[in-house]
């Protein structure tokens, strides 16, 4: 069965601090994708990559990062976490995009930054 | 530039009744179209989506939606919802070779007995 695992489901912090959020997809697939989730606004892309080491800025990069050092791994990383970066986030895998790939979520992580 | 618009925010309904989520996107080049749902506390799976082909596309648990290219939508449907169907709702268009998706606002489903 697939799965897309999320390290936290829950993530309490204070302004200024560094915060990891890690994402594991066991389905070998080559894209990944962080989104963060606010009412109203859907799903908003913050980074996706389509091979290790490759990353791509989504619609709302500003004030996060990336890493991917291994293919079934993505990280997200806030530098330095305000408030305005509490917020459901959400990491998901694909295979292809030539076809319009499926994508696969994780369970998301609920962050609340004080 | 792609992006989707879902019509209605909240959609309350009884149990047994049909119901009809809406969906229209705009793009300038040929699509995919996805609709994903979110029961409480989960990430997204998906429904069901289109590729091409028939225009009408049937999903998991009984949805279904059809593709109206002449009206750019992409409505889902099911003719009678139960209580495990309330969930929120999204509807979603990709490009062909593009890696984004564009993700509709979302629609929250409220079935209630």
């Known amino acids: 069965d697939v799965k897309v695992t999320q390290s936290s489901r829950y993530l309490v912090k204070r302004t200024g601090e560094k915060v990891f959020l890690e994402c594991v997809q066991d389905m070998d697939h080559e894209n990944m994708f962080w989104y963060r989730q606010d009412p109203g606004l859907g799903l908003r892309l913050i980074y996706f990559s389509y091979d290790v080491k490759m990353k791509e800025k989504g619609d709302i990069p500003e004030g996060y990062s990336v890493s991917r050092e291994k293919k079934e791994r993505f990280s997200l990383i806030l530098e330095s976490a305000s408030t305005n970066q509490t917020s459901m986030y959400l990491c998901?895998?694909?295979?292809?995009?030539?076809?319009?790939?499926?994508?696969?979520f994780g369970p998301g992580t609920r962050l609340l930054v004080l | 530039a792609q992006s989707v618009t879902q019509l209605d925010s909240q959609v309350p309904v009884f149990e047994e009744a049909p119901v009809e989520l809406r969906c229209n996107y705009s793009s300038s080049v040929s699509v995919y179209l996805f609709w994903y749902v979110q029961y409480p506390n989960q990430g997204l799976q998906l429904l069901l989506k289109y590729l091409s082909g028939s225009t009408l596309v049937k999903g998991i648990n009984g949805f279904e939606a059809e593709f109206n290219k002449s009206q750019t939508s992409f409505h889902l449907r099911k003719p009678s919802v139960h209580i495990s169907d309330t969930a929120e709702y999204f509807c979603a268009v990709g490009g062909p070779g593009g890696f984004k998706t564009i993700f509709g606002a979302g629609t929250r489903l409220f079935v209630k007995a």
């Open positions: 998901a895998s694909s295979g292809s995009m030539q076809r319009g790939g499926t994508q696969y």
